[in-house]
C-alpha cells in the first residue's frame, strides 16, 4: 500500500530542493534555497544539522575527497562541514540583474552538472533566458553546455548513460539528450515530455525530477502538489502521487532499500491562504510502497 508521511516537518522555510540520499549515512542533504540553508537529516537518529550562508544555496553535493559542492548564488564552491569553510571554485558571469545557481546532480562519473536562472520576482516568473547549463569535470573544469535557459532545474541519467534528461521549467518540458559519458558531452536535444500549451492547472512547472530502475522519470510538479511518473520514451503519464502542499520541488529515492520517495517542496511564494490550506509546505515527505527503486545517488569525484 503506498502512503505518503511527513519525513520533516517544516524542513525548509523558504523553498526546499535538491533532495541527495546519502547511502553511507543514511540522511539526506537537501537545500533551503532562499535561506541558504544546508540541511542533512539522518533517518536513523532523526538527528537534523543546517549550515547557513549568506547567498542563495541552488543545490548540494558530497564530494569523494570529502565536503560538499554547492551552488552559492553565481558561484560553485566547495564547502567543509565541520569547519564550515567555503572555497570558491568558479564564479559564473552575472546575467540579467540577478542569476544564481539552481539544481544541480552528479553524472554516472562523478561530474557535476548544474545550472542557472535569472532573478525571480515570485517562483515561476524570472527574467528569462539569463540560465546556462554547466558541468564541473573531474579535473576541476566548468564547461557550459546550454544557454538561454529560463530556470535550469531537474537532471537525471538513463542507465546505459546513454541518454540524459534535463528540465526547463517554463518551456514545461523535459529534454532528453544523448550522452557521451566517456567526454561528458549532450547533443541531439529533443522533448521526451511535454507539460502541454497553455493552462498550468493540472500539471504545473515540471521542476526536480529523478529516475527508478524501469527507466522511468519521477517529476515534481511545482505549483500542483504531485509528483508525476513519466515514461520517456512514450512521452506519457504513467501514474501521479499527490502531496498536501502545493509547491513540489523535487524527489529523489532513499531509505535502506531505496524504495522510498523523498520530496521536497517549498513555501515561497505561497499566500496566507495557501498556507493556511497547506500547513505542512516547507515539509519534507517520504512516499512509501511505491513499488520501484532508485539507484545510488552519484557523488562527485573530482
Ligand atoms: O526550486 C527551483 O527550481 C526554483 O528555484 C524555484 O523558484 C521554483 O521551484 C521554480 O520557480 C518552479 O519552477
Ligand atoms: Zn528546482
Redesign the pocket.
Known amino acids: 500500500m503506498m502512503s505518503v508521511e511527513v519525513a520533516i516537518k517544516d524542513g525548509a522555510k523558504t ?1 526546499g ?1 535538491g533532495p541527495h540520499w546519502d547511502d553511507t549515512t543514511r540522511s539526506l542533504l537537501y537545500v533551503d ?1 532562499m535561506d541558504g540553508g544546508v540541511v542533512r537529516w539522518n533517518s536513523v537518529t532523526g538527528q537534523q544539522e543546517a549550515k547557513h550562508f549568506d547567498e542563495d544555496v541552488g543545490f548540494v553535493v558530497p564530494c569523494r575527497k570529502g565536503g560538499y559542492i554547492m551552488g552559492l548564488g553565481r558561484k560553485l564552491a566547495h564547502m567543509d562541514w565541520d569547519s564550515g569553510k567555503v572555497t570558491v571554485l568558479h564564479e559564473v558571469a552575472p546575467k540579467g540583474s540577478k542569476n544564481r545557481f ?2 544541480g546532480k552528479c553524472d554516472p562519473r562523478g561530474r557535476v552538472w548544474a545550472g542557472t536562472m535569472g532573478r ?1 520576482t515570485e ?2 516568473n524570472p527574467e528569462r533566458e539569463m540560465g546556462e547549463l554547466f558541468s564541473l569535470g573531474l579535473d576541476g573544469q566548468l564547461v557550459s553546455h546550454k544557454d538561454k535557459i529560463d ?1 535550469s ?1 531537474g537532471l537525471a541519467w538513463a542507465e546505459d548513460n546513454r541518454t540524459m534528461y534535463y528540465i526547463d ?1 517554463l518551456p514545461r518540458k523535459v529534454y532528453g539528450f544523448d550522452y557521451d559519458i566517456d567526454t561528458g558531452n549532450i547533443s541531439n536535444q529533443r522533448t521526451v515530455v511535454d507539460f502541454g500549451e497553455g493552462t498550468v492547472d493540472t500539471l504545473g ?1 515540471p ?1 526536480g525530477m529523478t529516475i527508478d530502475t524501469e527507466g522511468k522519470l519521477w517529476v515534481a510538479c ?1 505549483r500542483v502538489g504531485k509528483v508525476v511518473r513519466f515514461d520517456p520514451l512514450s512521452g506519457k503519464e504513467m501514474r501521479t502521487i499527490e502531496f498536501p502542499a502545493l509547491r513540489t ?1 523535487s524527489c529523489c529515492f532513499g531509505g535502506k532499500n531505496l524504495d522510498e520517495l523523498y520530496v521536497t517542496c ?1 513555501r515561497t511564494g505561497a499566500s496566507e491562504e495557501e498556507l493556511e490550506k497547506y500547513p505542512l509546505s516547507g515539509s519534507v515527505f517520504k512516499v512509501t510502497g511505491l513499488g520501484v527503486k532508485g539507484y545510488p545517488a552519484t557523488i562527485y569525484e573530482g
Do not use: K, Q, V
Request: aromatic share 12%.
Open positions: 523553498t530542493e534555497i539552481n539544481d525571480e517562483p515561476a530556470i532545474n521549467s512547472f521542476d511545482y520541488t517549498g
